[in-house]
């Protein structure tokens, strides 16, 4: 059986959105073992989940044969990315974003493997941006850019209105050098990320083509968001984190239990590796059977980044929780920022204000699987379980 062109696997699940002399590149990916990379900026000390669907498509290009580069963007993270943003990223010590990148490294190795002929390799950009000769670099880089082009970009375009930065406007030609830098010294000849890089990674493409006289591709992949055009990975309480301290594993299930009907498809063919066969069985069926697709996509994400185990407790507790658990009382709350002192008292898990305050400062309550130390913290929006020690529990329905 001839083996599956990873574009071909890329594109069945949704992935590919933009690229540029395809039918080359896909013949190259078609026949030999080709160098890519995808850059990653260690602006906190943990992945999330936009991250995470960066690091399946790398997995199904390496498990293809193909041998990934990860860039972390050491040197460009002390600059600051313009693209989809409003206002100027704050800049990093070095110290920090070296303390990130090793946060990084940990959690990419869940995923990818950095073994044998095509184990991926882990480079950091500030090693030849930091160093670099800036009249130099504007004759040897410079002149291959015309500003009226990179005006053109969406990324620059949409900063306009509120001010772009000279700092930021080097952004698209420092990505472009990486590129370029990976070419000369490892043969790197694809560049991948998010659709809202398609201007940076298309510039570096065309600075290999020119400079070095080579072919080099780039290929985008399609955001994630929701049906309604809105970005994924974001709670009340901010991104969902690959990092266990950040988001619980319970916290993790959760929210990808949660997700909408119409967006469970996608997100089973573009964070999991279900076979599609199997994925379009599961969301044939528009109706209460999605939940059964919900509870698989959040089980198998669980288990992608947290491991069997912490899955298979975190479904446990969901299903106890809000699948009707043995014995779990209901109690129906109706307002809307309601605060916990306020469903402690209304769910009489305590008799006093003064009582509430004790247990909390105490660390006697849970929202959910998460121990909270605020008796006035506003409450989910939605159903959740409240608990009180680790025997009273109460599954809380907003009215």
């Known amino acids: 059986m001839e083996k599956k062109n990873v574009m071909d696997i890329l594109r069945a699940r949704g992935f590919i959105k933009q690229t540029v002399y395809e039918e080359e590149l896909y013949e190259l990916l078609g026949k030999e073992s080709v160098l890519f990379y995808i850059g990653f900026d260690p602006t906190a000390d943990s992945l999330h989940i936009g991250h995470f669907m960066q690091l399946i498509a790398m997995k199904h290009m390496q498990d293809a044969g193909h041998k990934p580069i990860i860039l972390i963007g050491g040197g460009t993270a002390m600059v600051g990315d313009p693209s989809g943003r409003t206002d100027m990223r704050s800049m990093m010590t070095k110290e920090t974003i070296a303390h990130h990148?090793?946060?990084?490294?940990?959690?990419?190795?869940?995923?990818?493997?950095?073994?044998?002929?095509?184990?991926?390799?882990?480079?950091?950009?500030?090693?030849?941006l930091l160093n670099l000769n800036y009249v130099d670099f504007l004759r040897d880089i410079g002149a291959h850019f015309s500003v009226n082009k990179m005006l053109t970009a969406e990324c620059y375009r949409a900063r306009m209105e509120k001010g772009l930065t000279f700092l930021e406007f080097n952004y698209m030609l420092m990505q472009a050098y990486d590129f370029l830098v990976l070419n000369q010294k490892y043969n790197c000849q694809l560049e991948l990320g998010g659709d809202d890089q398609w201007s940076n990674i298309l510039a570096g493409a065309d600075l290999i083509r020119r400079k070095e006289r080579k072919s080099a591709f780039a290929m985008t992949f399609t955001l994630l968001t929701t049906s309604e055009g809105k970005k994924m990975g974001k709670t009340q309480k901010g991104a969902v984190w690959l990092d266990e301290n950040k988001t619980s594993p319970y916290e993790f299930y959760q929210y990808w239990r949660n997700t909408a009907d119409s967006d469970v498809e996608k997100c089973l063919k573009l964070l999991t590796f279900l076979p599609l066969e199997e994925i379009a069985e599961l969301t044939k069926y528009q109706d209460e059977r999605m939940?059964?697709?919900?509870?698989?996509?959040?089980?198998?994400?669980?288990?992608?980044?947290?491991?069997?185990?912490?899955?298979v407790s975190a479904q446990n507790q969901a299903r106890a929780a809000f699948g009707g658990g043995e014995g779990m009382p209901e109690k129906t709350v109706f307002g809307e920022n309601l605060t916990l002192l306020h469903v402690l008292l209304e769910t009489g898990l305590v008799t006093s204000n003064g009582e509430a305050r004790r247990l909390v400062a105490q660390g006697g309550v849970s929202v959910n699987e998460e121990r909270v130390s605020d008796v006035n913290m506003i409450v989910p929006a939605n159903d959740f379980v409240l608990h009180k020690g680790k025997k009273v529990h109460i599954k809380v329905v907003r009215g």
């Open 101 to 128: 990148v090793e946060c990084f490294k940990a959690q990419m190795s869940r995923f990818i493997t950095f073994e044998g002929e095509n184990g991926a390799i882990i480079v950091n950009n500030a090693d030849w």
């Open 291 to 311: 939940n059964a697709a919900k509870e698989r996509l959040a089980f198998e994400l669980t288990k992608l980044v947290h491991g069997e185990e912490r899955a």
